[in-house]
């Protein structure tokens, strides 16, 4: 079976620290796409950053980067000079094969803030 | 850009009636929609796939005929939920996927049902 864990309920950070949000999936595949994806309160989703695993790479997106470790199947978000805005629900997301563009996402992980 | 709107963002509804969320693609052709259902602190919960001109996939468990999709055109897509329950009160998400990039989908702002 395709999972995604998140098992970190909640987080929380000082306003202008770095928090790291931990992410495993389970695959069999070789390449294959990860995402992040915020809901704030108003809760549209966001997404906040793609990673191609093929990419050795982590990817980066301003104050968002990842940590991707493919062979420990590990996907955590860091986020850098947190912000009061970062404060929402952070959820991981996987695409499992064959899957016609279908998204598994995990439990998800509340962010606070604190100022 | 990848807008995605939904309509209405909230709706009340009395028990036994039917409503109907539409889900549009505002700037891009959506090759496929998918439809959520989230509730409080949780996550999302996918309830079908559906492509322009084709039947609705649903989710194992999701009753076909009490939720009813229809994708008329690569911009619209609506969701219907028919005789509905208080139990259906939830926040309905839909998505859109446009290409080339597979799996990256695009999100609606969502729509909060409460039946009476």
């Known amino acids: 079976a395709q999972t995604v864990t998140q098992s970190q309920p909640e987080m929380s950070v000082q306003e202008a620290e770095t928090v790291t949000l931990s992410c495993t999936y389970d695959t069999s595949e070789s390449d294959y796409y990860l995402f992040w994806y915020k809901q704030p309160p108003s809760r549209q989703m966001i997404l906040v950053i793609r990673q191609e695993a093929y990419k050795q790479q982590n990817a980066t997106e301003n104050r968002f980067s990842v940590n991707f470790q493919k062979a420990a199947k590990s996907f955590s978000l860091k986020i850098s000079d947190s912000q009061l805005g970062d404060a929402a629900m952070y959820f991981c997301?996987?695409?499992?094969?064959?899957?016609?563009?279908?998204?598994?996402f995990g439990k998800g992980i509340t962010l606070s803030v604190r100022p | 850009g990848a807008v995605v709107s939904q309509h209405p963002s909230r709706v009340i509804c009395k028990s036994g009636t039917s409503v109907k969320i539409e889900c549009r693609s505002l700037d891009f052709q959506a090759t496929t929609m998918f439809w959520y259902r989230q509730f409080p602190k949780q996550s999302l919960m996918l309830m079908a796939t559906?492509?322009?001109?084709?039947?609705?996939?649903?989710e194992q468990g999701v009753e076909k005929d009490k939720f009813l999709i229809n994708h008329a055109s690569l911009t619209l897509s609506t969701l219907t939920v028919t005789s509905a329950h208080p139990e259906d009160s939830s926040f309905y998400i839909c998505?859109?996927?446009?290409?080339?990039?597979?799996?990256?989908?695009?999100f609606g702002p969502g729509t909060r049902l409460t039946v009476t």
């Open positions: 998505s859109a996927s446009k290409g080339p990039l597979p799996y990256e989908q695009y």
């Open positions: 559906s492509n322009e001109g084709s039947k609705a996939t649903y």
């Open positions: 997301a996987y695409p499992p094969p064959g899957a016609n563009s279908k998204l598994t």
